[in-house]
């Protein structure tokens, strides 16, 4: 069993920056690919924003942040971060951290994670 616990969000103005973590506790010796995904109204399917493989040899982004966020890995592949620049208010969201399976099929796709985290909300207002 994998605890996932997010941290860093907050209010921030447009064109501002904010720092999400994601710390991964127990069954973590294996940890593979990690990411995060958001959603910004509650009911609405969750959207894929970010991820990275193990050691951060690969990184993806969704269209809509690609240029804006870096994903990032620790050394230990038990964090995870997402730097956030240049912040639209189309960024607000409850982000959470995720852990994908050790195989799948699309990095987009919200049932390919085997855990999430609690969220942390993102609001991005003047």
């Known amino acids: 069993q994998v605890t996932l616990v997010e941290s860093g969000g907050g209010l921030v103005q447009p064109g501002g920056s904010l720092r999400l973590s994601c710390a991964a506790s127990g069954g973590t010796s294996d940890i593979g690919t990690m990411g995060w995904f958001r959603q910004g109204e509650e009911g609405k399917q969750r959207e894929f924003v970010a991820?990275?493989?193990?050691?951060?040899?690969?990184?993806y982004y969704s269209n809509s942040v690609k240029g804006r966020f870096t994903v990032s890995r620790d050394n230990t592949n038990t964090m995870v971060y997402l730097q956030m620049n240049d912040l639209k208010p189309e960024d607000t969201a409850v982000y959470y951290c995720?852990?994908?399976?050790?195989?799948?099929?699309?990095?987009?796709?919200?049932?390919?994670?085997?855990?999430w985290g609690q969220g942390t909300q993102v609001i991005v207002s003047s």
């Open positions: 995720a852990k994908y399976r050790a195989v799948y099929t699309s990095i987009l796709a919200a049932g390919n994670v085997e855990y």
């Open positions: 991820a990275a493989t193990r050691s951060t040899v690969n990184k």
